[in-house]
């Protein structure tokens, strides 16, 4: 089955720049989404089509895309920004849609 | 303003169908795809499927043998079945709009379902 492999968590400092990555054969071919997940809350799109921020995403969240890897950057990461982060793609043949497992990030 | 309510039993017995429904208030039914995802205690979210305002579906492959999601276009809403249920499928689930290579920019408030004898 098809599977997006994402850290399961990594920490930073307030100020700092935090990097979740995201890995999969078929992200050259399809588009990443991200998702900001807080608990007892829906999720929040951050970031769409690899590197697209949505209206009202601070500028401070940026997504990038190499190969089989996409990132998600939150540069200047705030206590505010703790919290589970999910990415999203299709499978190759673009039939359905999976999400990687998550990231917590924790804000030191 | 975009607005997706959603509603349907919260508790369910093992071998039971779960049943939910998703209203969708504001914007163009006809220009997405409609969504169940669902998250687990502790654990991560899942897709479950799509449809369209014409019906066609897509679903996961690990859960296509006991979900069906339709549609009602004349109530702008649509719904999931999934039966069978196991102690397994206890989650929190949504519903949410896709547009095609936008995302899931819009969510339901989340139905926690518990599956328990």
Same mark, same amino acid.
């Given at each position: 089955?098809?599977e997006?492999?994402?850290?399961?968590?990594?920490?930073?400092?307030?100020?700092?720049?935090?990097?979740?990555?995201?890995?999969?054969?078929?992200?050259?071919?399809?588009?990443?989404?991200?998702?900001?997940?807080?608990?007892?809350?829906?999720?929040? @799109?951050? *970031?769409?089509?690899?590197?697209?921020?949505?209206?009202?995403?601070?500028?401070?969240? =940026?997504?990038? +895309? !190499? /190969? #089989?890897?996409?990132? @998600?950057? *939150?540069?200047?990461?705030q206590?505010?920004?703790?919290?589970?982060?999910?990415?999203? =793609?299709a499978? +190759? !043949? /673009? #039939?359905?849609?999976?999400?990687?497992?998550?990231?917590?990030?924790?804000v030191? | 303003?975009?607005?997706?309510?959603?509603?349907?039993?919260?508790?369910?017995?093992?071998?039971?169908?779960l049943?939910?429904?998703?209203?969708?208030?504001?914007?163009?039914f006809?220009?997405?795809?409609?969504?169940?995802?669902?998250?687990?205690?502790?654990?991560?979210?899942?897709?479950?499927?799509?449809?369209?305002?014409?019906?066609?579906?897509?679903?996961?492959?690990?859960?296509?043998?006991?979900?069906?999601?339709?549609?009602?276009?004349?109530?702008?809403?649509?719904?999931?079945?999934?039966?069978?249920?196991?102690?397994?499928?206890?989650?929190?689930?949504?519903?949410?709009?896709?547009?095609?290579?936008?995302?899931?920019?819009?969510?339901?408030?989340?139905?926690?379902?518990?599956?328990?004898?």
């Amino acid at each position: 089955s098809y599977e997006l492999t994402q850290p399961p968590s990594v920490s930073v400092s307030p100020r700092q720049t935090a990097r979740i990555t995201c890995s999969a054969d078929t992200l050259p071919k399809q588009y990443a989404y991200w998702y900001q997940k807080k608990p007892g809350q829906a999720p929040v @799109l951050v *970031i769409y089509k690899d590197t697209e921020r949505p209206s009202g995403i601070p500028e401070r969240f =940026s997504g990038s +895309s !190499s /190969g #089989t890897t996409v990132t @998600l950057t *939150i540069s200047g990461v705030q206590a505010e920004d703790e919290a589970d982060y999910y990415c999203q =793609s299709a499978d +190759s !043949s /673009g #039939t359905y849609w999976v999400f990687g497992g998550g990231t917590k990030l924790t804000v030191l | 303003q975009v607005q997706l309510q959603q509603w349907g039993a919260g508790l369910l017995k093992p071998s039971e169908t779960l049943s939910l429904t998703c209203a969708v208030h504001g914007g163009s039914f006809s220009d997405y795809y409609w969504s169940w995802i669902r998250q687990p205690p502790g654990k991560g979210l899942e897709w479950i499927g799509e449809i369209n305002h014409n019906g066609s579906t897509s679903y996961n492959p690990s859960l296509k043998s006991r979900v069906t999601i339709s549609v009602d276009t004349s109530k702008n809403q649509f719904s999931l079945r999934l039966s069978s249920v196991t102690a397994a499928d206890t989650a929190v689930y949504y519903c949410a709009r896709e547009a095609y290579s936008y995302g899931y920019l819009y969510w339901g408030q989340g139905t926690l379902v518990t599956v328990s004898s």
